[in-house]
């Protein structure tokens, strides 16, 4: 089947609004925290509701796919995430909220690698690297809905209605952008009734490096706004710009990093993103200057932009393995990192400090490079 320009961008249209989705949770963290009246430990306990929900969606999404195919799922779980967006601040209770984060984090993991399959297949079809500007878009949607999110807080937008207004635009794109995508088959799965397995050897490698770099990734994205507002005395408005930064500078990397990944093997490549992302999350933690700690988070989103592009591209064409087995099985494990992960910054928040918690990136990001050997280069 020959891949066209428009299948292409109705790819990268899907990975801008789950990017976009987030980002508007990530603004909104300080919102919920103080709507539910909650502290970092209970705020904790929230992302980790997610991060369940998330683990019991992976053990379904290879099988769903596989029935369905990529282009169904995306539309139906991609339209659901964004839905979900707007009860954040609706629920009458913080166990409710914890409930409809469960299904959110659901219905995001499905979503993720039902996109990611498509950008595999794409990928393999057109015989040249597309993983990594996929994942710029992601990218780019998080910066531009952290840039959009900051303006309406600054502009007094009501919390709510900047909710209502994500969802309903975010579902539309995603539901319209899916009628272009591959087609069932080319996406289904013949072993689609097969259940979820644990991944093993390169998969289980592939998978445990993925996590050490979500692990990070998810710990900015949960709690860089955060960061400069409650430990360098930012307002909320200009706090959302630690995200924005973080976000564009890893968009523009990505849109880079096809060309990088052409040009360096993956060892290489991998190892010199993570030391850059140890060193600017220890600028961001060491200065008490709140431009110089976004300059760290720019820094922070240039090292890991092409770590999971790398991962996921290698865990589609591990031989023997069918692309979305390999993808579900590798995101099952980097998912562990990157639902676990913000949790456990709470948790270390609440009896330490934030900025105490935050070192786990830096321990994370050195011990991606130390491990970036094992990656094989083929």
Same mark, same amino acid.
């Given at each position: 089947m020959?891949?066209?320009?428009r299948m292409?961008?109705?790819?990268?249209a899907?990975?801008?609004?789950?990017?976009?989705?987030f980002?508007?949770?990530?603004?909104h963290i300080p919102t919920?925290?103080?709507h @539910?009246?909650?502290?970092?430990? $209970?705020?904790g306990?929230?992302?980790l509701?997610?991060?369940?929900g998330?683990?019991?969606?992976l053990?379904?999404a290879?099988?769903?796919i596989?029935r369905?195919?990529?282009?169904?799922?995306?539309?139906?779980?991609?339209?659901?995430?964004?839905?979900?967006?707007?009860?954040l601040l609706a629920?009458p209770t913080?166990?409710a909220?914890?409930?409809?984060? =469960?299904?959110?984090?659901?219905?995001?993991?499905v979503? +993720?690698v039902?996109?990611?399959?498509?950008?595999a297949?794409?990928?393999l079809?057109?015989g040249q690297? %597309?993983? #990594?500007?996929?994942h710029?878009m992601?990218?780019l949607?998080?910066?531009v809905?952290a840039v959009?999110?900051g303006?309406?807080?600054a502009?007094?937008?009501?919390?709510?209605?900047?909710?209502?207004?994500?969802s309903?635009?975010?579902?539309l794109?995603?539901?319209v952008?899916a009628?272009?995508m591959l087609?069932?088959?080319?996406?289904?799965?013949a072993s689609? +009734?097969?259940?979820f397995?644990l991944?093993?050897?390169?998969l289980?490698l592939l998978? !445990?490096?993925?996590?050490?770099?979500?692990?990070a990734?998810? =710990?900015?994205? +949960?709690?860089s706004? !955060?960061?400069?507002q409650? $430990?360098?005395?930012?307002?909320q408005q200009q706090?959302?710009?630690a @995200?924005?930064?973080?976000?564009?500078a890893?968009?523009l990397a990505?849109?880079?990093?096809?060309a990088?990944?052409?040009?360096?093997a993956?060892?290489?490549?991998l190892?010199?993103?993570?030391?850059l992302?140890?060193g600017?999350?220890a600028?961001?933690?060491?200065? +008490?200057r709140?431009?110089?700690?976004?300059v760290g988070?720019a820094?922070?989103?240039?090292?890991? =932009?092409n770590v999971?592009?790398? !991962?996921?591209a290698a865990?589609?064409?591990?031989?023997g393995?069918?692309?979305?087995?390999g993808?579900a099985?590798? #995101?099952?494990?980097a998912? %562990?990192?990157f639902m676990?992960?913000?949790?456990v910054?709470?948790?270390?928040?609440q009896?330490?400090?934030?900025t105490h918690a935050l @070192?786990l990136?830096v321990?994370?990001?050195?011990?991606?490079?130390?491990s970036?050997r094992h990656?094989?280069?083929?």
């Open positions: 020959e891949i066209s320009n292409r961008w109705a790819a990268r899907q990975f801008f609004c789950s990017g976009f989705v980002a508007t949770w990530g603004v919920v925290k103080a @539910y009246g909650v502290d970092e430990a $209970e705020l306990l929230a992302m509701a997610a991060g369940v998330a683990l019991v969606g053990t379904q290879s099988r769903w596989g369905a195919g990529a282009r169904r799922t995306a539309a139906v779980c991609g339209a659901t995430y964004a839905l979900l967006l707007a009860g629920m913080f166990t909220l914890l409930g409809l984060l =469960a299904v959110f984090g659901i219905v995001t993991s979503f +993720d039902a996109i990611n399959a498509e950008a297949q794409l990928e079809r057109c690297p %597309l993983m #990594s500007g996929m710029g992601f990218s949607g998080g910066m809905g959009t999110g303006a309406a807080l502009a007094g937008l009501r919390p709510q209605f900047h909710l209502l207004l994500v309903g635009a975010m579902a794109t995603v539901v952008a009628r272009s087609p069932r088959e080319a996406t289904a799965s689609a +009734d097969h259940g397995r991944p093993r050897g390169a289980a998978g !445990l490096l993925a996590a050490l770099g979500l692990i990734e998810g =710990a900015i994205y +949960d709690w706004v !955060l960061y400069l409650q $430990e360098l005395g930012s307002p706090a959302a710009l @995200y924005a930064s973080f976000s564009a890893m968009a990505r849109f880079g990093g096809d990088l990944r052409a040009r360096f993956p060892p290489v490549l190892r010199a993103s993570a030391l992302a140890a600017s999350m600028l961001v933690l060491l200065t +008490d709140p431009w110089l700690a976004l988070f820094g922070v989103g240039v090292g890991f =932009a999971v592009p790398i !991962l996921f865990s589609a064409r591990v031989p393995v069918e692309p979305t087995r993808i099985g590798v #995101s099952a494990l998912y %562990l990192g676990a992960g913000p949790p910054i709470g948790f270390l928040a009896v330490s400090s934030l @070192y990136v321990a994370f990001a050195a011990a991606l490079a130390l970036a990656v094989d280069p083929a």
